[in-house]
């Protein structure tokens, strides 16, 4: 019983990470029917300006701070001291590696994304596939390969629960963040005029043209949205699991893909249920089967939905036409 | 030409066998440095790979992205009896080079059916999707083709599986390549080709005129996937030594990028594309790290500024057939009347063409 409270707890919690990189993906392929193989790289991305931003504003800051200016302001804004470290520093960080991805997935789109639109969908793929192989040995030559080790934002402490399971802070801060970014992009997408023109181009692109949408800024706006939520995811997991490397965003980026999937692309509540349900899946197999078999879960999964449920859990099917 | 035509065949295989034979010796090291037969090689090794993933994903314009996963079935499965029968087959029928290519001939035999069948038992429920849900899928399946290898210890699991008998041999690899070639080539040119191309260009219609498109994308599949074994029982035994991980999706990606590179749905352009992506590595080897930026900065911008690839879909056969055709017509004097169609037939082709690049994977309005 506490190993399975103890596996749900951890599936939820890396379950929140896969549902933030999925809605990226789950948005991209709504406006442009493209799977962004980008994503999963621009949530490595962030993890890594979480990791620079860290060092350099906010741990090594905090201390040099909290130790020679022992001011109020000090302490409240980076943390030092008695009190629990920085959660304001964890959220700073986060905040700014969210906006400097949200840029590059403007540029991504910009640059590589826009000029292939004119063409097949087939071409784009390609592009995409292209962006992520960039991102991913960009990423080994300017962050070097080899792993780095996240800082540790603000202590973490294990909370005993009923049963012998034990939840940890950091899963806790992980969990919370995710839902709030999670309301906050489903009032930006149903209670905004932005997110309303977003839902008319996902419905139909030309019409939306017609309307008056400038789809353009729309598009570009809707990979800032999801870039910015997976750097965002990028941060959480540094927070969790404090190794980062170039490649990291490879497999993390095809599960939340599967996820996506899982829930009914195009749909974000699809999303956000496919990543939770992957990711207690993946945790369950780790706890009670083997471990080695986790990253065939999520492709098993997703063939077996391909097959029997196409359109996803929530997703609507779409008869084809001529 | 009064030949017949299996006589004339025949005699133009032969012809191919003996020349690779002779090429053989050139360039098995002997005669050449080693790093240069090397790379050629290779070479070999990716155009058996990439005219291969060429049948399924340009003629039949089915989008997979698994090819790696085949070749792995194939790699391991006759490296498998490489390993545990070869040595003792070669030694029954004498141990001399005939006893080796027969356990050679039989491993890639082994190879091939492992993989087609593999492609079989994905192909299947994975073709009825389309698109992109075909190309997860196919990844997907390559990943888990790969997890298992990692899990199964007969062959060494994740350490690697070693001790395979190598064979670097430039004869049998650029058999294989050739027989790949001329494989797809005459099925291309063929009534199953022309269904394929049917489905291509638009599966709906083809399926309205009475092609079995489920079938045929097996068919294609299968085919492929066996071709893809193949060329993974040359690599398992070019090095003697196998690991799951150089059959991750990277590797898939990099035969998908020699066929576009080259243009999907021409061969030449696959070959090209092969042997382009082989030595290019090797020329930019100067800019070790900056390699692989450099590779996908040019995909990209490939992308933007050539969609359909270097070559398109132009053929470098298609002249010459065709100039061919009218003077074998010519000679049963059927003269003037036929060389204006054939005009035209050339005419429709390339305008065919046209179309198609525009509307090759494009979504169809909701």
Known sequence: MSTFLQQLINGVSLGAIYSLIALGYTMVYGVLKLINFAHGDVYMVGAFMGYYLANGLGVRGAQALGMSADGLLARGLLGSGAMEPSLITALAVMLLAMAICAA??????????RPVRKYSRLTALITAIGVSLLLENGGQVVFGADPKFFPELFKKRNIELFGGASINSADIIVLVIALALM????LVVFRTKTGRAMRAVSFNLQSAKLMGINTDRIIAFTFALGSALAAAAGVLVAIRIPRIDPLMGILVGLKAFVAAVLGGIGNIPGAMLGGLL???TETMVVGYLSPTYKDAVAF???????LFRPSGLLGSVSQEKV | MLMPRYLRNLIIALVVIGVLYGLDFVFQGRMMNPYFSRILMLSGIAITLAVSLNLINGFTGQFSIGHAGFMAVGAYSSAYFSVSYGASLAETLGGGTLGWAVALGAATLIGAVAAGLAGL????PSLRLKGDYLAIVTLGFGQIIVVFLNNIEAVGGARGYSGIPIVKSF????LIAIVTIVVVYNIVNSAFGRALISIREDELAAEAMGVNTTRYKVMAFVISSAMAGAG???LAHFDGYLNPKSFEFIKSFEILIMIILGGLGSIVGSILGAILLTVLPEALRGFAQYRMVIYSLLLIILMITRPQGLLGKTEAFKGWRARRRAKTRTETEEITAEDTRDQESVEKATLGERQS????GEEKPR
Do not use: D, K
């Open chain 1, 104 to 113: 590059l997935g403007v540029i991504i789109e910009r640059f590589a994304y």
């Open chain 1, 183 to 186: 309301i906050g992009l489903q």
């Open chain 1, 278 to 280: 992957i990711g207690v």
């Open chain 1, 300 to 306: 098993a999964i997703l063939i077996l939905i391909l």
């Open chain 2, 121 to 124: 038992v994905v192909g299947v």
């Open chain 2, 171 to 174: 004869f049998w690899i650029f």
């Open chain 2, 232 to 234: 993974g029982v040359l």
């Open chain 2, 357 to 360: 690049e525009t509307s090759l």
